[in-house]
């Protein structure tokens, strides 16, 4: 418990600074090594019983041995020869014994050990490959939701996305709203088959992507959230994550794409400038941008972008446009928008509330005929830049 706690609240330490609650989690940890301590004492207190009980038998047994043997000797049954033979055996009989229960102990444990770890070993994934996988069939990144319920397994019942329906050309861009908890990022992770949904299908370009081996369809789809995950490896590695066998020179250009090229020479190290844990050392920005650069690389057919809410500046929010733009050309686009600039320039706009499409079409024709739209968007995207 107490590793688990230290792991939990050093793990998210930023979050309880941000909110001030070390000294809560310091009294947490307090009130368990008390705990702890008590739970020792309690351990050496029975120990120490066991030990007095475990030491009177000897001793006992050994008085015993030695007053009935010494009668035998006295009365000439036995010579002391014999006695002495007989003690020794016994000490160590005794004492293999003793040994031999520390070896069942051992055993036991391994035993427990193993089991455990054929249980994780027979662990079988949810999401499999079927046995014949069809191949990526080919085409422009045709996307088409059928249908779709789904329920996360820790609250089954609960249904996320209900009988959503949705169709999207090779190509197309489409910026997804709605409001927090409609099911826009479970959209994506049933997209990436991280789950599969209780009923409907989605295809790409097709093929129900449950007949397609899961590394075969996560190659054709990049995923840029935004929560940017960052290794604790070079910038050049970092990029690299989305196509290994990119070559120097293919890095490269795919940061200049992302605008952050120039930003990489300025570094001491250039592309192999470490990166700390996480890209702690980048802003939100630049992480952003690196994200853009590694999605480059991969080449995908199908970008899923989930626009980062707030913490970009002007500046920033300018460069990473530009660095989308060439990226998302060609491609079949869905963005989680939270911009209204982002919005206007999608080819068309997709409502979600409750798990279900409820409007798609143009920013105006929605503004129109979509309350729930026109509320969106007048609290979250900023309207005078229309
Ligand atoms: P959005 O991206 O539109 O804000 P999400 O797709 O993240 O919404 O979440 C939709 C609903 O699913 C929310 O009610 C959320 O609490 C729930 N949810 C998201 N992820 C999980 C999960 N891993 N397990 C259980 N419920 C989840």
């Not at 990226?327 to 989680?336: G, S």
Request: aromatic share 6%.
């Amino acid at each position: 418990d107490i590793g688990g706690l230290f792991q939990e609240s050093l793990g998210a330490v930023q979050t309880v600074q941000a909110f001030t609650r070390e000294q809560e989690e310091v009294a947490r940890l307090n009130g368990l090594i008390e705990q702890g301590f008590d739970a020792t004492r309690k351990q050496l207190q029975t120990r120490a019983q066991l030990t007095f009980v475990s030491v009177s038998l000897v001793l006992t047994t050994v008085i015993v041995v030695m007053y009935v043997g010494g009668l035998h000797v006295l009365k000439g049954t036995t010579t002391s020869g014999q006695l002495i033979e007989f003690v020794l055996y016994a000490m160590f009989a005794g004492t293999s014994m003793a040994a031999l229960s520390d070896v069942y102990s051992d055993y036991t444990k391994t035993v427990g050990a193993t089991e455990r770890m054929f249980q994780l070993l027979d662990e079988k994934p949810g999401i499999m490959s079927p046995e014949h996988p069809d191949p990526l069939p080919n085409g422009g990144g045709e996307l088409t939701f059928d249908n779709i319920t789904f329920a996360y397994t820790s609250r089954p019942g609960i249904n996320v996305l209900t009988g959503l329906t949705l169709r999207i050309k090779p190509g197309e861009t489409i910026a997804i709203v709605g409001p927090s908890g409609a099911g826009k990022t479970t959209l994506f992770q049933l997209l990436l088959r991280f789950y599969d949904p209780v009923s409907g299908a989605i295809s790409l370009d097709g093929t129900d992507i449950r007949r397609l081996d899961p590394r075969d369809l996560r190659r054709a789809v990049a995923w840029v959230s935004q929560e940017q995950v960052l290794f604790s490896a070079t910038i050049g590695e970092n990029i690299r994550y989305g196509r290994l066998t990119a070559t120097t020179d293919e890095v490269a250009t795919a940061a200049k794409a992302a605008q952050i090229h120039d930003f990489i020479e300025s570094l001491p190290g250039k592309y192999d400038t470490p990166l700390g844990e996480r890209g702690m050392q980048l802003s939100g920005g630049q992480r952003q941008r690196l994200s853009i650069a590694r999605a480059i690389l991969r080449d995908p057919r199908v970008l899923l972008l989930d626009e980062a809410t707030s913490f970009l500046d002007a500046e920033n929010e300018a460069a990473i446009a530009h660095a989308l733009a060439p990226l998302m050309e060609n491609r079949t686009t869905l963005i989680i928008a939270h911009r209204l600039s982002t919005v206007v320039s999608a080819d068309r706009i997709v409502v979600i509330d409750e798990g279900r499409v409820i409007a798609e079409g143009g920013h105006e024709t929605l503004l129109k005929e979509c309350p729930l739209y026109t509320r969106l968007a007048a609290g979250r995207f900023n309207l005078a830049e229309s």
